[in-house]
């Protein structure tokens, strides 16, 4: 079976296994917007504008980048540290975490989270979330976040990945009194309808035991050139960017950001039409999700959602694969979660109307065998049947 792996989007190594092209793959596995990036971006990539950035060394210091997103969040610079995806920036939080005591991770959760504090040996203790099934509380509708147990340092997302529930910003500021340091990764919030009523950004200058971790690459659909920021208070920002590589953020993710953040109401109205896109798109397929058979999608306020089974879904994602050349996101390598489980992306109506014909085409066949088939290997076209077990 190999290595579970930590992240979706995998789509070099599913396609060299199956033995097609990466193009051929419909990705629900990473969640990322479908419709990134913007036109002028699109253009400055084709060489019309960014081949600077290709000769110089990045500017160490990122001065235009931080005073975008310094602009943006009504910060000072010195207030924002741009990094090479949340993914480097999690690894210096943990740095900190782990030299001030016990870290509280929420399980299900986040590989990513322990994984960087096993960098410093830093010791963790679950936090159990319930997951709520029935959807009392609304798809979209913002929670308390449930009381942690003990603990020195506390990590949050919000909306939560993997169940894409959204806690109250009330509900988190009354946990930056218990806590030596609170590290919130909120790299879907702005891509939540609603979602920025309820960051913790606006803490900051309040609390500088608090870390807010984001991500332009989610919200843009770039993960390929990895772009992500941290807020904090100015010394504790200062030390991490001691630490790490003297060039973390290349100079062409760098000057796309630049381009990005150049106009704010440009920003607003972008969050406005993907924040559009996740309500709708969101409603719409747990919907039709809750009418297949043998799966319960769970309520989600971000721009994937869970779906469960009584039984393992290894299979179904197989066979999703391999006869329809759809990725979804293997849940295993989430603390709490099994076999039982499986995440999707949201992508265009299109890309969803084509995951559900698939799913119904594999759940109706799983449930007409006694047992499920193993599933050969091959990549056969998504209509085709020359692959289906006998």
Same mark, same amino acid.
């Given at each position: ?164 529930? &959204?806690?109250?910003? =009330?509900?988190?500021? +009354?946990?930056?009194? *218990?806590? $030596? #340091? ?6 879907? !919030? ?114 994937? &959602?869970?779906?469960? =089974?009584?039984?393992? +879904?290894?299979?179904? *994602?197989? $066979? #999703? ?6 990725? !979804? ?62």
């Amino acid at each position: 079976m190999g290595l579970l792996q930590r992240h979706g989007g995998n789509q070099a190594a599913t396609a060299a296994r199956l033995g097609c092209r990466p193009s051929q793959l419909l990705d629900a596995s990473a969640s990322l917007v479908p419709f990134g990036p913007p036109w002028f971006v699109r253009r400055s990539l084709m060489w019309a504008g960014l081949t600077a950035p290709l000769r110089a060394y990045p500017d160490r210091s990122y001065a235009g980048l931080r005073s975008g997103l310094a602009r943006l969040h009504g910060l000072e610079p010195d207030w924002l540290l741009p990094g090479n995806g949340a993914a480097e920036l999690f690894t210096w939080a943990a740095r900190d975490a782990a030299a001030a005591g016990l870290s509280v991770l929420a399980q299900p959760g986040f590989a990513d989270y322990p994984r960087a504090l096993a960098c410093w040996d830093g010791a963790w203790r679950p936090q159990p979330l319930p997951m709520q099934v029935d959807g009392s509380a609304g798809a979209g509708a913002a929670q308390a976040y449930p009381a942690p147990p003990a603990g020195e340092v506390l990590w949050l997302t919000n909306p939560h990945n993997p169940t894409g529930a &959204l806690w109250t910003c =009330a509900s988190l500021e +009354l946990l930056l009194q *218990r806590f $030596a #340091l609170v590290i919130a990764d909120e790299a879907f !919030l702005s891509l939540v309808p609603g979602g920025e009523a309820q960051s913790l950004i606006p803490l900051l200058p309040m609390h500088p035991n608090l870390v807010v971790i984001r991500s332009l690459t989610k919200l843009y659909g770039i993960a390929g050139l990895r772009l992500g920021y941290a807020l904090g208070h100015p010394e504790r920002l200062a030390q991490w960017a001691s630490w790490r590589d003297p060039w973390p953020v290349n100079g062409l993710a760098a000057a796309v950001g630049e381009r990005l953040l150049a106009d704010p109401a440009a920003y607003r109205r972008w969050c406005g039409r993907v924040q559009r896109w996740t309500g709708r798109e969101g409603a719409w397929l747990q919907r039709r999700l809750a009418q297949l058979p043998g799966i319960t999608p769970l309520p989600s306020a971000a721009n994937f &959602l869970l779906i469960r =089974a009584e039984h393992s +879904l290894v299979p179904l *994602r197989q $066979a #999703l694969e391999r006869r329809h050349h759809i990725l !979804l996101r293997d849940c295993r390598s989430f603390e709490g979660l099994g076999e039982n489980w499986l995440r999707i992306g949201y992508q265009s109506h299109r890309n969803n109307r084509r995951i559900l014909r698939a799913l119904r085409q594999e759940l109706g066949r799983f449930s007409s065998d006694s047992a499920l088939a193993e599933i050969r290997p091959g990549c056969s076209g998504p209509n085709t049947r020359s692959d289906v077990p006998g």
